[in-house]
């Protein structure tokens, strides 16, 4: 009894064995299937996201590509301009210098010329001096008269004058000077006959 | 007996070839499936190397894009430093630019204010060594009821060179007596001078008055 119902049972399975096969393939196919949809679906998803870093990528690159051909222009531009600064400022600290000393000369220049002059007008200062000229045949006496204005302004008028004495007769020569300025000098010679003495210079 | 024995075994083999034939036959959707299964997943394998393949390469690119990045930012960082330095050294340049400029005006109008000093001096001075020139003034001074004769005189050495000495003479007259007066100064350089002044009673004349140097 127990074996005729064994046989019938496995009689069943052999008779659906195929069945069986048919349908656990068609269950492996669906999760064949549906994997192969995951990873299609998450491999296009990824291609995507790659396609679209790449393209992030490039554009950042691209990006970086032009700020640092900018930051190189900048680092030449900037190193240009520091050594135009460097030897700018040595420029100016040399003409700083120069113009230090060149105040310092025209300072004591000045200081020596104040000093010098006398203020409130024109002040004449005399020099003169004599001395045998002309030929041996035909021989001169030379008054030469030199007339400095010493004054801090200019003398729009003065006159020099000579008196000499000659065989005991006095005469005077007399020269207008017209706009003497200060530390300016007005020069007048007299020729005369051998023999004359001078007596008196001096400036009106 | 023998006969029907060898008939009956070709039956039987013909019986198996058609169930061989009948079994695939009743088998051909199994076995189309099986192939189908074997395309699909062999697509579904390489759909899955594929994007491992492809989560590697976006790994590493978003590792690069980072990468960059971070470069991007520290140059980024860099140039505005640079710039803002840059400014500031600009500033600095046309700053001490138009102070040298400033400078430099100031220094050709110094040297030209200098130069004409210098050339109204030279053309001043006697290039021949000590020079004297002399300017005085003999004048009345003091109370009306007690007056006086008073004699300023300057010497100025208009020459180039110092003098070693410089005197001052004059010749006075008084009730028909004369007298000299005389006052030596030392080391009297170019561009400077001496001066005297000497009080007399009211009846002295000045005869003359004059220089010597050495």
Sequence with gaps: MGDVKGNAILGKLRKNIFVIGFAVLAIALIIAASVGVYYYDLSKDRATQ????????????????????????????DNDLNERFTNLTNSYDSLSSNVSSSESAYDALN?????????????????????????????????????YNVGDETDSQFTINCKVIFDGTPSVD????????????????????????VDTIWVD | MGSSSSGSSRVEDNDTGDNILEK?????????????????????????FQ?????????????????????????????????????????????IYNKYNVLSVSDEDLQSSYDNLNGT????????????????????????????????????????????SVTIESNMTNNGNSSISQQIFYNVNPLSKVHVHWDYSNSTQLSSIWTEQS
């Design chain 2, 51 to 95: 994007s491992r393949d492809l989560i590697s390469q976006l790994n590493q690119k978003n590792s690069d894009y980072d990468g960059l990045n971070d470069m991007y930012n520290n140059l980024t960082y860099n140039y505005n430093s640079l710039v803002t330095s840059d400014d500031a050294l600009s500033q600095k340049y046309n700053d």
């Design chain 1, 174 to 197: 007399q020269q207008v000077v017209d706009n003497l300025a200060p530390l300016d000098k007005k020069s007048i010679t007299w020729v005369y006959t051998p023999g004359t003495i």
């Design chain 1, 50 to 77: 790659l396609t679209q870093k790449q393209s992030d990528y490039t554009a950042l690159n691209n990006t970086y590509g032009a700020l640092y051909n900018s930051y190189s222009a900048l680092v030449t531009s």
């Design chain 1, 111 to 147: 200081t020596s010329v104040s000093k010098f002059e006398e203020t409130g007008g024109p002040a004449i200062a005399v020099y003169y001096r004599t001395y045998n000229s002309g030929t041996p045949a035909n021989p001169n006496f030379t008054v030469n008269i030199t007339a």
């Design chain 2, 24 to 48: 695939l036959w009743n088998i051909k959707f199994t076995l189309a499936l099986a192939i189908v299964l074997i395309i699909v997943g062999g697509l579904a394998a390489n759909y899955y």
């Design chain 2, 121 to 164: 001096i030279d053309n001043f001075q006697e290039s021949s060594g000590v020079v004297i020139a002399l300017t005085y003034s003999f004048y009345q001074s003091g109370p009306s009821n007690s007056p006086e004769k008073v004699l300023d005189a300057t010497a100025y050495n208009v020459g180039n060179k110092m003098a070693n």
